[in-house]
Structures are given as C-alpha cells and as structure tokens.
C-alpha cells in the first residue's frame, strides 16, 4: 500500500525524501542541538519548496 501512496502523492514524495537526505546528516550529527537544527533546515526547505511550487505554477499559468 505504501508504494501504491507514493505513486499518487509523486513529486511530493520526491520532495520529502530529498529534504529527508539533506537534514539526516544533521539530524544524527553528535551535538545535542543537531536534531533542532535539522527540524529548523527541514522547515526552512519545505517552506522553500512550497515558494518555488507555486512560483512554477503561476509562471506555467501565464505562459498557457
């Protein structure tokens, strides 16, 4: 069933494991705040990601 909900969701699954590789390193780093600069990257990005989804839709809206 999982595989079957990827598969639906798409790009958001590539987005979230992608944001999910680049905190990880962070995330399991040594230093006791490791994890709350992970969470803190991991929102920045997704709050990113959001920005340049909906940039790329009103852009492709304004072309088509």
Same mark, same amino acid.
């Given at each position: 069933?999982?595989?079957?909900?990827?598969?639906?969701?798409?790009?958001?699954?590539?987005?979230?494991?992608?944001?999910?590789?680049?905190?990880?390193?962070?995330?399991h780093?040594?230093?006791?705040? $490791?994890?709350?600069?992970?969470?803190?990257? $991991?929102?920045?990005?997704? $709050?990113?990601?959001?920005?340049?989804?909906?940039?790329?839709?009103?852009?492709?809206?304004?072309?088509?």
């Amino acid at each position: 069933h999982r595989a079957e909900a990827a598969r639906d969701r798409g790009p958001f699954v590539d987005d979230l494991g992608l944001v999910e590789q680049v905190v990880s390193t962070v995330r399991h780093g040594h230093d006791p705040a $490791a994890r709350g600069r992970a969470d803190e990257a $991991a929102n920045e990005i997704a $709050a990113l990601s959001v920005r340049l989804h909906a940039t790329l839709v009103k852009s492709g809206l304004r072309r088509g």
